[in-house]
């Protein structure tokens, strides 16, 4: 069974591991990646920074799992969600609700994976941009299928991908200043968006 | 005449202080804001930590300069179109043009105050929503009007001017790594994409 959230994905590892994840994502979020020292994080989680070295070679090593783990159960949620609805215009549907939610719940991951991506060495970006490349292409096939049977109308279909990612990924900034918005008011409308951004004719 | 560029807007200053701006952009850029020491930053416009603090006496006080020139910039630019533009069809569409072609020339500056929003002093930061919310305005009563003329249908005008506000600050991001996409396809696909969103009748 694939992890829901991330915190789910980190379940099973040792304690102390995922006590370290969590207090470098917080470390990370309140004074950046280049502003976080392993010392920091390892005293964060109550342990010594010897203690961290076990799990984590280096703070690259840190950030990489928390931005892995990331990628990888936004991806999951996307993929559960396509697999379940039939036809274009669901699948849309699904991966804007899909990806609204997850960027809603993990908006300070979020927006240290969108903000420190280049901090990875570059055998971790490129995995990581693998990762979003298969995310998207959920949104861009279903787009696609919709253009080919006439369901949609799209213009500039790439342009459409990368908007419709665009509305979803860019929650995770304003979110946390807005929460008066409930996830379900934010998910109905950007769905409804995401549709008329394809002139649907559904 | 209002500066069209952050660099137009610096003009004015002494060129120490220019130097010292245009590193500090850089030095955030790349090590984050937390990762970066005034120390760094004298050193990289080629002068000592004695000289920075004549110009600027805090860290906050660069950020704060590179992030209010930024919004004011970017204000600038909207409000100019709005005013030279007729209706609310000609209106949306000068404020995605302004705010995309600011996000994607401007994007290290957009990234650093959209990420660093927190690190201001706390009347600094509301001093810089407002002059966001003013920004946001300009969409905001275009979509009314249009609304209320008929030529527009939004669901929800609220969640519809976040939307498009999104599109255009999200460039930012993704511009960066995607840079055979021309300004000029942005705007146009962005333009069309937002018009979509309201359902527009023109």
């Not at 010392?39 to 070679?57: D, E, K, N």
């Not at 609700?97 to 970006?125: G, K, P």
Request: proline content about 3%; some cysteine; charged content about 25%.
């Amino acid at each position: 069974m694939a992890a829901e959230t991330v915190q789910e994905a980190w379940a099973d590892l040792p304690p102390t591991a995922q006590k370290l994840l969590t207090a470098a994502l917080a470390a990370f979020g309140e004074q950046g990646y280049h502003g976080t020292t392993t010392r920091q994080v390892a005293l964060r989680a109550g342990m010594s920074p010897a203690a961290l070295y076990m799990h984590f070679p280096s703070k690259e090593a840190l950030l990489y799992e928390i931005a892995r783990t990331g990628h990888e159960v936004n991806y999951e949620r996307v993929r559960r969600v396509c697999e379940e609805r039939v036809g274009p215009v669901e699948r849309v549907r699904a991966v804007v609700e899909a990806m609204v939610s997850f960027h809603a719940e993990h908006h300070t991951l979020a927006r240290i994976v969108q903000y420190e991506h280049t901090s990875l060495t570059s055998d971790h970006q490129r995995e990581l941009i693998g990762v979003r490349r298969r995310t998207e292409a959920f949104l861009r096939e279903a787009i696609d299928e919709g253009v080919e049977t006439g369901v949609f109308d799209a213009a500039d279909a790439s342009m459409a991908t990368t908007a419709i990612m665009s509305l979803a990924i860019d929650v995770a900034r304003w979110y946390p200043s807005q929460r008066s918005r409930r996830p379900a008011r934010i998910t109905s409308a950007y769905t409804d968006l995401a549709l008329r951004m394809l002139a649907s004719r559904a």
